[in-house]
Protein backbone atom coordinates (compact mmCIF):
# COMPACT_ATOMS: atom_id res chain seq x y z
CA UNK A 1 0.00 0.00 0.00
CA UNK A 2 1.56 3.41 -1.20
CA UNK A 3 0.23 6.91 -0.44
CA UNK A 4 2.99 9.04 -2.27
CA UNK A 5 1.41 12.34 -2.12
CA UNK A 6 0.56 13.23 1.88
CA UNK A 7 1.01 17.08 2.92
CA UNK A 8 2.69 17.97 6.17
CA UNK A 9 2.31 21.16 8.75
CA UNK A 10 5.27 23.06 6.42
CA UNK A 11 2.34 23.44 3.55
CA UNK A 12 0.23 26.41 4.46
CA UNK A 13 -2.66 24.66 3.27
CA UNK A 14 -2.00 20.99 5.30
CA UNK A 15 -3.65 21.08 9.08
CA UNK A 16 -1.16 21.71 11.90
CA UNK A 17 -1.77 18.30 13.19
CA UNK A 18 -0.26 16.84 10.14
CA UNK A 19 2.99 16.33 11.89
CA UNK A 20 5.74 13.69 11.04
CA UNK A 21 4.74 11.51 13.74
CA UNK A 22 1.08 11.70 13.33
CA UNK A 23 1.55 11.05 9.93
CA UNK A 24 3.49 7.87 10.41
CA UNK A 25 1.55 7.01 13.19
CA UNK A 26 -1.98 7.34 10.84
CA UNK A 27 -0.15 5.36 8.04
CA UNK A 28 1.02 2.21 10.47
CA UNK A 29 -2.73 2.40 11.24
CA UNK A 30 -3.46 1.91 8.08
CA UNK A 31 -1.19 -0.28 7.11
CA UNK A 32 0.13 1.74 4.30
CA UNK A 33 4.17 0.61 3.59
CA UNK A 34 5.09 3.21 1.40
CA UNK A 35 4.97 6.73 1.78
CA UNK A 36 6.16 10.64 1.02
CA UNK A 37 5.69 13.87 1.95
CA UNK A 38 5.58 15.90 -0.55
CA UNK A 39 5.33 19.68 0.63
CA UNK A 40 4.73 22.34 -2.03
CA UNK A 41 7.94 24.04 -2.98
CA UNK A 42 9.59 22.48 0.25
CA UNK A 43 11.59 19.69 2.60
CA UNK A 44 12.32 21.35 5.76
CA UNK A 45 10.04 17.86 7.00
CA UNK A 46 11.40 15.29 5.30
CA UNK A 47 14.65 13.75 7.10
CA UNK A 48 12.28 13.49 10.58
CA UNK A 49 9.58 12.22 8.66
CA UNK A 50 12.03 9.44 7.24
CA UNK A 51 13.67 8.53 10.31
CA UNK A 52 10.11 8.32 11.97
CA UNK A 53 8.98 5.81 9.57
CA UNK A 54 11.53 3.59 9.33
CA UNK A 55 11.64 3.52 13.52
CA UNK A 56 7.92 2.60 12.46
CA UNK A 57 8.87 0.10 9.84
CA UNK A 58 7.73 1.67 7.05
CA UNK A 59 9.32 2.34 3.68
CA UNK A 60 9.98 6.08 3.00
CA UNK A 61 10.95 8.20 -0.80
CA UNK A 62 12.03 11.44 -0.24
CA UNK A 63 9.42 13.91 -1.94
CA UNK A 64 8.35 17.31 -3.08
CA UNK A 65 5.25 18.78 -4.97
CA UNK A 66 6.65 21.56 -7.00
CA UNK A 67 4.31 24.50 -8.58
CA UNK A 68 6.43 25.66 -11.86
CA UNK A 69 5.83 28.73 -13.57
CA UNK A 70 3.02 27.19 -15.76
CA UNK A 71 1.32 27.24 -12.48
CA UNK A 72 1.18 23.30 -12.68
CA UNK A 73 2.05 20.83 -9.44
CA UNK A 74 4.43 17.70 -10.15
CA UNK A 75 5.34 15.48 -8.09
CA UNK A 76 8.94 14.54 -7.29
CA UNK A 77 10.69 11.42 -5.91
CA UNK A 78 14.00 10.45 -5.29
CA UNK A 79 15.91 7.70 -3.29
CA UNK A 80 18.36 10.21 -1.48
CA UNK A 81 18.38 13.32 0.59
CA UNK A 82 21.03 15.32 -1.57
CA UNK A 83 19.25 14.48 -4.34
CA UNK A 84 16.19 16.15 -3.17
CA UNK A 85 17.69 19.05 -1.45
CA UNK A 86 19.68 19.44 -4.29
CA UNK A 87 16.31 19.92 -6.81
CA UNK A 88 14.98 22.32 -3.82
CA UNK A 89 17.73 24.44 -3.91
CA UNK A 90 16.86 25.51 -7.14
CA UNK A 91 13.07 25.23 -6.84
CA UNK A 92 13.47 27.64 -3.83
CA UNK A 93 15.83 29.76 -5.20
CA UNK A 94 13.75 30.55 -7.88
CA UNK A 95 10.60 31.38 -5.64
CA UNK A 96 9.21 34.69 -5.65
CA UNK A 97 10.03 36.20 -2.64
CA UNK A 98 6.79 36.89 -1.08
CA UNK A 99 6.14 37.01 2.34
CA UNK A 100 3.42 34.26 3.49
CA UNK A 101 0.35 35.59 5.32
CA UNK A 102 -0.52 33.02 7.67
CA UNK A 103 -4.37 34.38 7.72
CA UNK A 104 -4.78 33.93 4.34
CA UNK A 105 -3.18 30.71 3.31
CA UNK A 106 -1.88 29.03 7.09
CA UNK A 107 1.02 28.51 8.50
CA UNK A 108 4.16 26.61 7.36
CA UNK A 109 5.58 24.95 10.08
CA UNK A 110 8.76 22.87 10.20
CA UNK A 111 8.24 19.78 13.18
CA UNK A 112 10.66 18.10 14.46
CA UNK A 113 10.16 13.84 15.51
CA UNK A 114 8.95 14.83 18.40
CA UNK A 115 6.14 17.28 17.61
CA UNK A 116 8.43 20.57 18.73
CA UNK A 117 7.83 23.24 16.28
CA UNK A 118 11.53 24.39 15.12
CA UNK A 119 11.09 26.92 12.36
CA UNK A 120 8.42 28.21 10.34
CA UNK A 121 8.91 29.16 6.43
CA UNK A 122 8.74 32.84 5.57
CA UNK A 123 8.40 33.00 1.81
CA UNK A 124 5.11 32.04 0.55
CA UNK A 125 5.10 28.32 -0.72
CA UNK A 126 1.59 28.22 -2.82
CA UNK A 127 3.40 29.57 -5.29
CA UNK A 128 4.86 29.34 -8.73
CA UNK A 129 8.76 28.88 -8.62
CA UNK A 130 10.05 30.43 -11.75
CA UNK A 131 11.45 27.18 -13.37
CA UNK A 132 9.03 25.66 -16.48
CA UNK A 133 7.97 22.47 -16.32
CA UNK A 134 11.04 21.68 -19.02
CA UNK A 135 13.48 22.33 -16.51
CA UNK A 136 11.89 21.20 -13.52
CA UNK A 137 12.19 17.32 -15.59
CA UNK A 138 15.37 18.23 -16.24
CA UNK A 139 16.89 18.61 -13.02
CA UNK A 140 15.06 16.05 -11.27
CA UNK A 141 16.59 13.69 -13.91
CA UNK A 142 19.85 14.87 -13.27
CA UNK A 143 19.40 14.00 -10.07
CA UNK A 144 17.90 11.15 -10.06
CA UNK A 145 14.93 11.48 -9.35
CA UNK A 146 11.17 11.26 -11.40
CA UNK A 147 8.69 13.63 -11.89
CA UNK A 148 5.10 12.78 -12.12
CA UNK A 149 2.33 15.34 -12.67
CA UNK A 150 0.07 15.48 -9.51
CA UNK A 151 -3.79 15.43 -10.09
CA UNK A 152 -4.38 15.61 -13.55
CA UNK A 153 -7.84 15.67 -13.37
CA UNK A 154 -8.06 18.84 -11.49
CA UNK A 155 -9.24 21.90 -12.38
CA UNK A 156 -6.58 23.79 -10.75
CA UNK A 157 -3.09 23.15 -10.64
CA UNK A 158 -3.30 19.79 -13.09
CA UNK A 159 -0.97 19.56 -16.36
CA UNK A 160 -4.19 19.30 -18.36
CA UNK A 161 -5.76 22.11 -16.72
CA UNK A 162 -2.95 24.37 -17.26
CA UNK A 163 -1.33 23.92 -20.39
CA UNK A 164 -4.18 22.09 -22.38
CA UNK A 165 -2.73 18.38 -22.59
CA UNK A 166 1.15 15.95 -21.92
CA UNK A 167 3.60 17.34 -24.32
CA UNK A 168 5.46 14.32 -25.76
CA UNK A 169 8.80 14.36 -25.12
CA UNK A 170 8.07 13.67 -21.57
CA UNK A 171 9.61 11.77 -19.60
CA UNK A 172 6.77 10.99 -17.17
CA UNK A 173 6.40 7.41 -15.55
CA UNK A 174 3.39 8.01 -14.22
CA UNK A 175 0.52 10.40 -14.12
CA UNK A 176 -1.26 11.22 -10.71
CA UNK A 177 -5.35 11.07 -11.13
CA UNK A 178 -7.28 12.28 -7.76
CA UNK A 179 -9.36 10.35 -5.80
CA UNK A 180 -12.82 11.57 -6.98
CA UNK A 181 -12.10 10.37 -10.59
CA UNK A 182 -11.27 6.95 -12.34
CA UNK A 183 -8.46 6.66 -15.19
CA UNK A 184 -11.26 5.05 -17.62
CA UNK A 185 -13.24 8.36 -17.15
CA UNK A 186 -10.26 10.56 -18.71
CA UNK A 187 -9.46 8.20 -20.86
CA UNK A 188 -12.95 8.24 -22.75
CA UNK A 189 -12.26 12.10 -22.78
CA UNK A 190 -8.80 12.12 -23.84
CA UNK A 191 -7.69 8.75 -25.64
CA UNK A 192 -3.79 9.85 -25.87
CA UNK A 193 -3.84 9.37 -21.86
CA UNK A 194 -4.41 5.45 -22.69
CA UNK A 195 -0.30 4.99 -23.31
CA UNK A 196 -0.10 6.28 -19.86
CA UNK A 197 0.38 4.69 -16.46
CA UNK A 198 -1.46 6.29 -13.75
CA UNK A 199 -1.46 5.94 -10.10
CA UNK A 200 -3.84 7.86 -7.41
CA UNK A 201 -2.49 9.03 -3.83
CA UNK A 202 -4.72 10.79 -1.20
CA UNK A 203 -3.40 14.55 -1.57
CA UNK A 204 -3.60 14.42 2.23
CA UNK A 205 -3.90 17.78 4.28
CA UNK A 206 -5.65 15.92 7.06
CA UNK A 207 -4.89 12.95 9.31
CA UNK A 208 -8.32 11.39 8.49
CA UNK A 209 -7.59 11.85 4.40
CA UNK A 210 -4.20 9.75 4.51
CA UNK A 211 -5.14 7.07 2.66
CA UNK A 212 -8.17 7.75 1.29
CA UNK A 213 -7.15 6.34 -2.30
CA UNK A 214 -3.91 4.25 -2.82
CA UNK A 215 -1.95 2.05 -4.94
CA UNK A 216 -0.54 -0.70 -4.71
CA UNK A 217 2.50 -1.97 -6.51
CA UNK A 218 4.87 -4.95 -6.67
CA UNK A 219 8.17 -3.94 -6.27
CA UNK A 220 11.24 -5.72 -4.62
CA UNK A 221 12.26 -2.41 -2.56
CA UNK A 222 10.73 1.27 -2.03
CA UNK A 223 13.42 2.36 -4.83
CA UNK A 224 13.30 4.99 -7.66
CA UNK A 225 14.57 2.34 -9.89
CA UNK A 226 11.88 -0.07 -9.08
CA UNK A 227 9.40 2.37 -9.62
CA UNK A 228 10.63 3.14 -13.39
CA UNK A 229 10.23 -0.58 -13.89
CA UNK A 230 6.90 -0.64 -12.52
CA UNK A 231 6.21 1.57 -14.90
CA UNK A 232 7.13 -0.52 -17.62
CA UNK A 233 5.93 -3.30 -16.35
CA UNK A 234 9.77 -4.53 -16.13
CA UNK A 235 10.77 -8.05 -14.39
CA UNK A 236 7.24 -8.43 -12.67
CA UNK A 237 7.51 -5.00 -11.02
CA UNK A 238 3.82 -3.74 -11.85
CA UNK A 239 1.26 -1.95 -10.44
CA UNK A 240 -1.76 -4.70 -9.03
CA UNK A 241 -4.50 -1.60 -8.43
CA UNK A 242 -5.35 1.33 -7.46
CA UNK A 243 -8.14 1.33 -4.59
CA UNK A 244 -10.32 4.44 -3.52
CA UNK A 245 -12.12 4.36 0.07
CA UNK B 1 -13.63 55.52 -10.57
CA UNK B 2 -16.56 53.82 -7.80
CA UNK B 3 -16.65 50.03 -8.00
CA UNK B 4 -20.56 50.41 -7.93
CA UNK B 5 -19.81 52.60 -11.07
CA UNK B 6 -17.82 50.10 -13.10
CA UNK B 7 -20.90 47.53 -12.09
CA UNK B 8 -23.35 49.34 -13.79
CA UNK B 9 -21.25 50.80 -16.57
CA UNK B 10 -20.15 46.76 -16.99
CA UNK B 11 -23.58 45.09 -15.75
CA UNK B 12 -22.20 42.93 -13.44
CA UNK B 13 -23.31 40.52 -11.35
CA UNK B 14 -22.70 41.14 -7.56
CA UNK B 15 -21.84 37.43 -5.62
CA UNK B 16 -20.08 39.54 -2.86
CA UNK B 17 -19.58 42.79 -1.78
CA UNK B 18 -16.75 45.29 -0.50
CA UNK B 19 -16.02 48.75 0.25
CA UNK B 20 -16.63 50.69 -2.33
CA UNK B 21 -14.09 52.22 -3.41
CA UNK B 22 -11.90 54.62 -6.07
CA UNK B 23 -10.31 52.21 -8.63
CA UNK B 24 -7.46 53.37 -10.54
CA UNK B 25 -5.70 50.24 -11.98
CA UNK B 26 -7.06 46.75 -13.10
CA UNK B 27 -5.05 43.29 -13.97
CA UNK B 28 -6.08 40.34 -16.17
CA UNK B 29 -4.22 37.52 -15.81
CA UNK B 30 -5.48 33.91 -14.68
CA UNK B 31 -2.32 32.21 -13.25
CA UNK B 32 -2.26 32.99 -9.76
CA UNK B 33 1.48 33.82 -9.52
CA UNK B 34 1.48 36.39 -11.86
CA UNK B 35 -1.19 38.16 -10.27
CA UNK B 36 0.82 37.87 -6.87
CA UNK B 37 3.78 39.00 -8.14
CA UNK B 38 2.54 42.10 -10.72
CA UNK B 39 -1.06 43.29 -9.27
CA UNK B 40 -1.91 46.79 -7.45
CA UNK B 41 -3.58 46.97 -4.71
CA UNK B 42 -7.35 48.55 -4.64
CA UNK B 43 -7.66 47.14 -8.16
CA UNK B 44 -9.90 45.67 -10.33
CA UNK B 45 -8.58 41.55 -11.18
CA UNK B 46 -9.90 40.35 -14.25
CA UNK B 47 -9.78 36.50 -14.36
CA UNK B 48 -11.89 32.93 -15.36
CA UNK B 49 -10.15 31.39 -12.53
CA UNK B 50 -12.75 30.38 -9.84
CA UNK B 51 -9.89 28.26 -8.01
CA UNK B 52 -10.94 29.19 -4.16
CA UNK B 53 -6.84 30.52 -3.84
CA UNK B 54 -8.18 33.73 -6.05
CA UNK B 55 -10.06 35.09 -2.65
CA UNK B 56 -6.49 34.46 -0.55
CA UNK B 57 -4.80 35.95 -3.40
CA UNK B 58 -6.53 39.07 -3.55
CA UNK B 59 -6.49 39.26 0.42
CA UNK B 60 -2.92 39.14 0.55
CA UNK B 61 -2.02 41.94 -2.87
CA UNK B 62 -5.11 44.16 -1.26
CA UNK B 63 -7.24 43.68 -4.60
CA UNK B 64 -10.83 45.16 -3.75
CA UNK B 65 -12.82 43.59 -6.42
CA UNK B 66 -12.63 40.06 -8.50
CA UNK B 67 -14.57 40.06 -11.89
CA UNK B 68 -14.96 36.26 -12.98
CA UNK B 69 -15.32 36.08 -16.65
CA UNK B 70 -17.56 33.74 -18.77
CA UNK B 71 -18.38 31.09 -16.60
CA UNK B 72 -20.25 30.61 -12.87
CA UNK B 73 -19.07 31.02 -9.76
CA UNK B 74 -18.25 28.35 -6.82
CA UNK B 75 -20.46 28.64 -3.67
CA UNK B 76 -17.24 28.03 -1.47
CA UNK B 77 -15.58 31.10 -3.79
CA UNK B 78 -18.72 33.38 -3.45
CA UNK B 79 -18.54 32.22 0.66
CA UNK B 80 -14.78 32.87 1.04
CA UNK B 81 -15.51 36.43 -0.48
CA UNK B 82 -18.32 37.30 1.60
CA UNK B 83 -15.86 36.40 4.56
CA UNK B 84 -12.79 38.80 3.40
CA UNK B 85 -15.32 41.21 2.38
CA UNK B 86 -13.94 41.41 -1.43
CA UNK B 87 -15.97 42.19 -4.44
CA UNK B 88 -17.10 38.98 -6.20
CA UNK B 89 -18.38 40.16 -9.60
CA UNK B 90 -19.68 38.26 -12.52
CA UNK B 91 -19.19 39.30 -15.84
CA UNK B 92 -21.43 37.45 -19.07
CA UNK B 93 -18.94 38.82 -21.45
CA UNK B 94 -15.17 37.55 -21.66
CA UNK B 95 -11.74 38.69 -20.31
CA UNK B 96 -10.89 40.60 -23.59
CA UNK B 97 -13.97 42.53 -23.62
CA UNK B 98 -14.43 43.44 -20.05
CA UNK B 99 -10.97 43.88 -19.87
CA UNK B 100 -11.04 46.55 -22.63
CA UNK B 101 -14.07 48.35 -21.46
CA UNK B 102 -12.28 48.76 -17.76
CA UNK B 103 -9.91 50.08 -19.30
CA UNK B 104 -11.50 53.04 -21.59
CA UNK B 105 -12.90 53.59 -18.37
CA UNK B 106 -10.14 54.23 -16.41
CA UNK B 107 -8.55 55.96 -19.55
CA UNK B 108 -11.47 58.44 -19.89
CA UNK B 109 -11.24 58.70 -16.39
CA UNK B 110 -7.57 59.98 -16.67
CA UNK B 111 -8.25 62.25 -19.38
CA UNK B 112 -10.74 64.26 -17.10
CA UNK B 113 -9.16 64.85 -13.74
Known amino acids: MTDLHIHSTLSPCGSLEMSPKRIVERAKILGINLISITDHNAIQNSEQTKNLAEKYGISYIYGMEVQTEEELHVLTYFDNYTDLSNVWKTVYEKLPNIKNNPDYFGDQVIVDEEENIVGFEEKLLLNSSKISLEDLCKIVQENNGIAIPAHIDSAAYGIISQIGFIPHDSFFPFLEISCEHKEKELIDKLSYLKSYKFVSFSDAHYINKIGKCYTVFELELPTIPELLMASKDLNKRKIIDIIRS | ?113
Open chain 2, 1 to 113: MLIKNIIKLLNLKVYSEGKDLNIENAYTSDLLSIVLANAKRNSIWITVQKHINIVAVASLKEISAIIITEDYIPEEVIKKAKEEKIWLLGSKEDSFTASGKIFKILQDEKIHD
